[in-house]
């Protein structure tokens, strides 16, 4: 019996995580309260209204919120849950050019308009990777081999 209750407790439990989304009076989910807006102008070419951006849940895979640019170049996507998102800048012909992030929106922070798409410019972390690098092979054929404890 004790087992029986258990089983049934967690198909309850288990019915109401994989329920659905609660529906707006029109049948679609009602908009959550998070922001994600910023830049291409690194990444598109003009005219910029040629390129359209869209927040993908990291989650789900799914498409949250499309929204072309304007003529500066700068986007943004409203009314987005708070979840994960990555952030792809798509051409005219339907092809993702350039994927940022992901960008956590949270119930604390659900806005960040700080989002700048350059994917062609290396984070500077990699350019500092990449100069230490250099130190190191400069060090190396600088000095005259290894250095042994008979010298």
């Given at each position: 019996?004790?087992?029986?209750?258990?089983?049934?407790?967690?198909?309850?439990?288990?019915?109401?995580?994989?329920?659905?989304?609660?529906?707006?009076?029109?049948?679609?989910?009602?908009?959550?309260?998070?922001?994600?807006?910023?830049?291409?102008?690194?990444?598109?070419?003009?005219?910029?209204?040629?390129?359209?951006?869209?927040?993908?849940?990291?989650?789900?895979?799914?498409i949250a919120a499309t929204v072309p640019l304007d003529n500066e170049a700068k986007f943004s996507?409203?009314?987005?849950?708070?979840?994960?998102?990555?952030?792809?800048?798509?051409?005219?012909?339907?092809?993702?050019?350039?994927?940022?992030?992901?960008?956590?929106?949270?119930?604390?922070?659900?806005?960040?308009?700080?989002?700048?798409?350059?994917?062609?410019?290396?984070?500077?972390?990699?350019?500092?990777?990449?100069?230490?690098?250099?130190?190191?092979?400069?060090?190396?054929?600088?000095?005259?081999?290894?250095?042994?404890?008979?010298?």
């Amino acid at each position: 019996m004790r087992t029986m209750k258990a089983g049934v407790a967690m198909a309850v439990i288990g019915g109401m995580l994989l329920a659905p989304l609660p529906l707006n009076a029109a049948g679609r989910q009602d908009a959550g309260p998070g922001v994600l807006g910023g830049t291409a102008k690194n990444e598109a070419k003009q005219p910029y209204t040629d390129y359209t951006v869209r927040a993908r849940d990291v989650a789900q895979g799914t498409i949250a919120a499309t929204v072309p640019l304007d003529n500066e170049a700068k986007f943004s996507l409203a009314g987005l849950t708070t979840t994960n998102f990555l952030v792809e800048l798509v051409n005219k012909n339907g092809k993702v050019v350039c994927t940022e992030g992901p960008y956590l929106l949270t119930q604390a922070a659900p806005h960040r308009t700080d989002v700048n798409i350059a994917c062609g410019v290396p984070p500077a972390a990699w350019l500092l990777l990449g100069a230490a690098a250099a130190a190191g092979v400069t060090v190396g054929v600088v000095s005259d081999g290894p250095a042994s404890a008979a010298q």
